[in-house]
């Protein structure tokens, strides 16, 4: 069955960065685009990011656009999400998904900007 398990969340100060880590298995990574979203806490659910199948191209959301950077290793089953600058608006559960909303969600992995 499909499998997607985030690491790497934590607590970091503003201007801070981390890197999630996603991996994936039960289905042909390689054959799937892969996203990243996050939901804050009293807000829905929002779409950081996705990459194609090769990581050729990749698009973010406005909000994190410069500073956020999604990449994957089709190799190791893994899709990766690095955050840099990070402020105390992007506390919140990151996602790892394969198909959107109605497809496969891992469990999270919070993540906590805060001084």
């Known amino acids: 069955q499909v499998q997607l398990v985030e690491s790497g969340g934590g607590l970091v100060q503003p201007g801070g960065s981390l890197r999630l880590s996603c991996a994936a298995s039960g289905f042909t990574f390689s054959s799937y685009p892969m996203s990243w979203y996050r939901q804050a806490p009293g807000k829905e659910r929002e779409l950081v990011g996705t990459?194609?199948?090769?990581?050729?191209?990749?698009n973010y959301a406005d909000s994190v656009k410069g500073r956020f950077t999604i990449s994957r290793d089709n190799a190791e089953n893994t899709v990766f999400l690095l955050m840099n600058s990070l402020k105390p608006e992007d506390t919140a559960v990151y996602y790892c998904?394969?198909?959107?909303?109605?497809?496969?969600w891992g469990h999270g992995t919070q993540v906590t900007v805060s001084s």
């Open positions: 990459i194609t199948t090769t990581g050729s191209s990749r």
């Open positions: 998904n394969r198909g959107g909303y109605y497809g496969y």
